[in-house]
């Protein structure tokens, strides 16, 4: 399954227009419109954002309650930062490593600095050992040859 599969699955994109069943153009922030009549047409994430600007103080079971979005859907965008919890909030989301209150995403700064980093000293032992694993094949298969003569200079 590729990520725009995930996508359509997890916001429920439209792809036809229900009255001309011609394929919709993405015109962003979660809207499609069918390029022969106009109509507009909105995934998940579409639907929750235009709730919003209506209703800013709204919490996720009432987005969720008045859209019809399932409530782990509209967690899902917070966490992936596509929305954030206003600031004079009564609830927030919590980091992941350490508990404290975010506004959206899985980390506090503090936190999401320090797995960035270790999520590049990963990658650097990763590309470190696959360069060593090619050096040391190529020692290996000199060192097998016992000094024979391996090409012809001709």
């Known amino acids: 399954m590729n990520a725009d599969d995930l996508f359509n699955d997890y916001y429920h994109k439209p792809e036809k227009c229900e009255s001309c069943e011609v394929m919709l153009n993405f015109t962003g922030l979660g809207e499609y419109?069918?390029?022969?009549c106009g109509k507009k047409y909105y995934d998940d994430y579409g639907i929750v954002r235009n709730y919003l600007d209506l209703h800013k103080q709204a919490t996720v079971s009432q987005i969720s309650e008045n859209t019809g979005v399932k409530e782990n859907e509209i967690?899902?965008?917070l966490r992936e930062e596509r929305l954030e919890v206003t600031v004079d909030s009564k609830t927030?989301?919590?980091c992941e490593a350490c508990g404290k209150s975010i506004r959206s995403g899985r980390f506090c700064p503090e936190c999401a600095q320090i797995a960035k980093a270790a999520k590049e000293k990963k990658k650097k032992e990763r590309d470190f050992l696959e360069k060593k694993d090619i050096i040391h094949g190529l020692g290996k298969a000199m060192s097998e040859d016992d000094g024979k003569k391996r090409f012809n200079r001709g």
């Open 92 to 94: 927030y989301l919590t």
């Open 75 to 77: 967690t899902r965008m």
């Open 33 to 36: 419109s069918c390029p022969k």
